[in-house]
C-alpha cells in the first residue's frame, strides 16, 4: 500500500486521502504470482475530505527476479535478433572462410559480427518504418562482412562486397516494394 501512495499524483494526495486499496485477485492470491504478473492495475478508492468516494486505477508494475530465458527475448527484441543474427552469421562465416580458404574460424568470427550487425539493423524500429533503406543497410552489411572474410592481407574486397550488396539490397527493398 505504501507503493502504491507514493505513486499517487502528490495533487490527489494534498486534497485526499486513500480508503482502501484492493490487488488484481492473482497478485493477491500469492508473492509469486504477484512477481510473475508483467501488467497489473491496483484498485485505489480515493476520497476527497467533503466529497464523495472515487476510483483511481493506478499501474502497479512487479518485476520478476529471475525471468526465463523466452521471457527476456521477448522483453529484449534487438537482443534476440542479434543473438540469431551472430548464430546465423557465424554460420555463414564459417563456410565462407572454408570455401576461400582463409580460415574457418576468421570466418566465423567476422560473420558473428556481422550478422549481429544485421540482426540490430533489422530489429531497428527507425529501419521498420523504411523498408527499403533497411533492405539497402542489411545488403551493405552482409556484402561487407563477406568482402572482409574472403580478402586476404594484401586484396581487400570490402568496398566491392559492400557495394555490390547495397545494390542487391536496393533491388530486393524495390522488389518487395512493388517496383517502380
Known amino acids: 500500500m505504501c507503493r502504491i501512495r ?21 497478485a493477491a492470491a500469492t508473492p509469486s504470482a504477484a512477481a510473475s504478473a508483467t501488467r497489473q ?12 468516494v472515487r476510483t483511481v486505477y493506478v499501474y502497479v508494475h512487479e518485476k520478476k527476479k529471475n525471468p526465463s530465458l ?7 527484441p534487438k537482443v534476440h535478433g542479434a543473438i540469431v543474427g551472430a548464430g546465423v552469421g557465424t554460420a555463414a562465416g564459417a563456410l565462407t572462410g572454408l570455401i576461400t580458404g582463409r ?6 568470427l567476422i560473420g558473428a559480427g556481422t550478422g549481429a550487425g544485421v540482426g540490430l539493423i533489422r530489429t531497428s ?3 521498420q518504418r523504411h523498408p527499403i533503406m ?14 572482409w572474410a574472403t580478402s586476404n592481407r594484401y586484396q581487400r574486397f570490402t568496398a566491392p562486397g559492400t557495394a555490390i550488396g547495397a545494390l542487391a539490397g536496393l533491388g530486393v527493398g524495390v522488389y518487395k516494394a512493388g517496383g517502380l
Open 6 to 26: 507514493e505513486r499517487l499524483l502528490p495533487s490527489i494526495l494534498s486534497v485526499a486521502s486513500v480508503v482502501s486499496v484492493s490487488l488484481p485477485a492473482s
Open 41 to 52: 492495475y491496483a484498485h485505489v478508492q480515493v476520497a476527497r475530505h467533503p466529497a464523495p
Open 70 to 76: 523466452h521471457e527476456y527475448m521477448q522483453a529484449h
Open 103 to 108: 580460415g574457418i574460424m576468421r570466418g566465423a
Open 125 to 127: 524500429q527507425t529501419m
Open 134 to 147: 533497411r533492405d539497402v543497410a542489411t545488403g551493405s552489411a552482409v556484402g561487407l562482412g563477406l568482402g
